[in-house]
């Protein structure tokens, strides 16, 4: 994870373009299809779905989207065992496909182990603001002169609400996100410290922060982040007025809120580095007349994977927003249920 008080990460070297292989030639309005060279049309072309509607075997990968827009079917499983897997966490992709301008992928976590180990690492530290914690404490201990200060500071320092599962898979999102392997993702502020009241739930957007591209270009990015258990594939929660679609929608094209969540992030860009990505970053959204951005839609579920549960979103969000902003819709099926995660990020753990 990026920590705010460290300059921001340099942007990923481009992956080298793959090679495309001969094609026979096809009449206007189609292409060769890249694997068997039937030539296919490209009108209204259906988004590609890469598995079944069905629960995934282990963690065998059904199809990869490749960069042609083709698919590659019984393509190896992309599950990662060195010491630095991307997405800083050892994991399946289960599925993955395009729809208009949203990319849509499925990843499985399948080792409980080494999931509960992410939590009470870096989703823990994430989730505390440990760093700015440490400090706030000792600062507070400095100030303690007499045993009875000391005593009525621990009693102080102890009285935290328990860890709600929303704001414990928000700082997951986070988490994953500032390990993707496709950007660099960097957060120049905890939302966490924006809370005064204990259970504060936050308006806005769940995460805001910037991303710096292959091509070194810095975006705006506004991220969503819904847990769910529910056995409906989609979810409940995809849908409605406070709903993962309606929400990624709003903040795509509402200028109000648009503005608001710029002014929010300037007030938290004081240093040199943070102001440059700013200003990179807004420089791109005043030139594209607001569409320039990222928008991330994280779902973090329970259940086993299924591609039913971003197909049909996806389909929708396609029709609602347009290039050049870009959209990724990315659901973790995750080994340890959302209601037992407060027990591995919790001071005592």
């Not at 070297?13 to 030539?39: I, L």
């Not at 971003?310 to 990315?330: C, E, I």
Request: net charge negative.
């Amino acid at each position: 994870m990026i920590d705010s008080s460290s300059p921001p990460p340099p942007a990923p070297p481009a992956p080298p373009a793959p090679s495309a292989p001969s094609a026979p030639s096809a009449p206007p309005g189609s292409r060769p299809d890249q694997q068997s060279g039937t030539v296919v049309s490209e009108s209204a072309p259906e988004p590609t779905v890469v598995t079944d509607n069905g629960p995934l075997d282990g963690e065998t990968e059904i199809g990869v989207l490749t960069d042609d827009g083709t698919v590659s079917e019984n393509a190896t499983s992309e599950s990662t065992t060195d010491e630095s897997p991307p997405w800083g966490i050892h994991c399946s992709r289960c599925y993955n496909a395009v729809s208009g301008i949203v990319r849509w992928e499925g990843f499985h976590v399948s080792d409980a182990a080494k999931f509960t180990e992410y939590l009470q690492g870096p989703v823990k530290r994430r989730f505390h603001d440990l760093e700015d914690k440490l400090e706030y404490e000792a600062e507070m201990r400095s100030l303690a002169t007499t045993d009875m200060d000391n005593q009525y500071l621990g009693e102080l320092l102890r009285a935290e609400p328990e860890a709600d599962f929303d704001d414990i898979g928000e700082a997951l999102a986070d988490c994953l996100l500032s390990a993707d392997p496709n950007r660099s993702v960097y957060w120049p502020w905890n939302t966490k410290r924006d809370r005064r009241a204990p259970r504060a739930s936050l308006p806005g957007a769940d995460l805001v922060g910037f991303s710096t591209e292959a091509n070194g270009e810095v975006h705006l990015l506004i991220g969503e982040v819904k847990t769910s258990a529910d056995k409906k594939s989609p979810p409940a929660l995809m849908y409605g007025a406070t709903g993962m679609i309606a929400q990624l929608v709003d903040r795509g094209t509402n200028l109000m809120v648009l503005n608001t969540l710029l002014q929010w992030l300037r007030c938290r860009c004081l240093n040199s580095e943070h102001r440059a990505l700013f200003q990179q970053a807004a420089s791109r959204v005043l030139k594209s007349r607001g569409k320039q951005i990222i928008l991330v839609g994280m779902l973090l579920r329970d259940t086993p994977p299924m591609a039913s549960d971003l197909r049909t979103p996806a389909d929708g969000l396609a029709k609602k927003l347009s290039s050049p902003t870009v959209l990724n819709l990315l659901a973790w099926y995750l080994p340890v249920g959302a209601d037992q995660w407060h027990l591995f990020i919790s001071e005592a753990a």
